[in-house]
Each structure stands twice: as C-alpha cells, then as structure tokens.
C-alpha cells in the first residue's frame, strides 16, 4: 500500500498543506513536487494540492489531472485566496472536480491561502475592478494556511486515510 503526496505550488501555501497532510500518513509514502511526476501508477492514492489560480485549477495541475488522473484513487486538496465561505469559490472547485471526472475521487479539502505581494500588486494595477478589490483584501489572507487550517487538512486526510488505506 503505497501513498503519494504530489503538490503545484507557486508561492508555499498548497506546500505547506501537502506537509501536513504528508505527516498523517503511515502507510509507505512520498511526497513530490507534481512537475517530479510521470505518472500516478503504483499508488493507491494520491492526495494532489493545487492552488486556485485566474477562477479555476492551476493550469500545470489542471494538464496533469487530464493526463494521469483516469482510474486512479484520488485527493485533492487546494488553496485559494478567496475566503471559504465566498460563493464564486463553490464554482471554482467544482471546476476542480470536473476535471477529476475520469479519477475516483475520494474527497476534496480547500482552505484560504495568503494572496502574495506580488499578485496582489498585478491585480491592483491590471485594470479588472475585481481583481483589484481582491488586491485590497489582501490583509485578510495573511498568515494563511494558519495552525487551524492545517489542523483540518490532518484531520480529513487521517479520516480518508483510514478508509482507503487498510
Ligand atoms: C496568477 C494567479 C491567479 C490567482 N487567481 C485566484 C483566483 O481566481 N481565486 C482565488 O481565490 N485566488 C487566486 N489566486 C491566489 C492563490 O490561489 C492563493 O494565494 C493560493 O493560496 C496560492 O497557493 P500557492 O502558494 O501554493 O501557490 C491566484 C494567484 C495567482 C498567482
């Protein structure tokens, strides 16, 4: 029995989520950054973090999942700067998990991650009144993944761990 943990990450929040989930795992196990992986054969499951990125999955995972997801046993786990309760974000992850479509998906976690300086500050300048309003809301994301996120990505990976993985 065989997990992986493979993650997209450009600025460390999906990163740091992938760790935490990488920590609950007992079974064998590796983590791998998802440009390391050829294929998700010889798992039995995989948990895959992406961040959301432009209102959808991030294109590298988005390729990915069209790639190697089919069949597979399959976690996701993502990061957005969008507040949990915010309802684009319902949208957004139910674009995620259409492109699961063809993989046996097993749950789903996503919490808010801290909108980078540098993001917020493109958003500001490009012209869009709601990437700009985003930028300004910035303060709120900070710290994000924080202790109590993290704490509920151990604990749904523990709970599906311990039905898929015997
Ligand atoms: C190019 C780009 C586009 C983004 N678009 C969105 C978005 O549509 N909705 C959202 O909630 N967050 C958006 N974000 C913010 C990230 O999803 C958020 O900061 C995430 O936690 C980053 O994860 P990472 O540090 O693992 O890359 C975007 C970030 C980038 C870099």
Redesign the pocket.
């Known amino acids: 029995m065989k997990v992986l943990v493979t993650?997209?990450?450009?600025?460390?929040?999906?990163?740091k989520v992938a760790e935490a989930i990488f920590q609950e795992i007992q079974a064998s196990k590796e983590i791998r950054e998802l440009a390391q992986v050829d294929s998700l054969d010889g798992y039995n499951l995989t948990f895959l973090g992406?961040?959301?990125?432009?209102?959808?999955p991030?294109q590298q995972a988005a390729a990915f999942m069209e790639k190697h997801a089919a069949g597979k046993n399959l976690a996701l786990f993502i990061?957005?700067?969008?507040p949990e309760d915010?309802t684009d974000?319902q949208q957004?992850l139910a674009n995620c998990r259409a492109l699961a479509a063809g993989a046996n998906l097993v749950g789903m976690f996503d919490c808010?991650?801290?909108?980078?300086e540098q993001?917020a500050d493109l958003m500001s300048k490009s012209g869009d009144e709601r990437l700009a309003a985003?930028a300004k809301d910035r303060p709120s994301?900070l710290g994000?993944p924080d202790d109590t996120s993290l704490q509920r990505a151990r604990a749904w990976a523990r709970e599906l761990l311990q039905k898929h993985v015997p």
Do not use: M
């Open positions: 993650y997209f990450s450009q600025s460390g929040n999906t990163r992406f961040p959301i990125q432009a209102f959808g991030a990061t957005h700067a969008a915010s974000l957004w808010q991650g801290e909108l980078s993001v985003w994301t994000q």
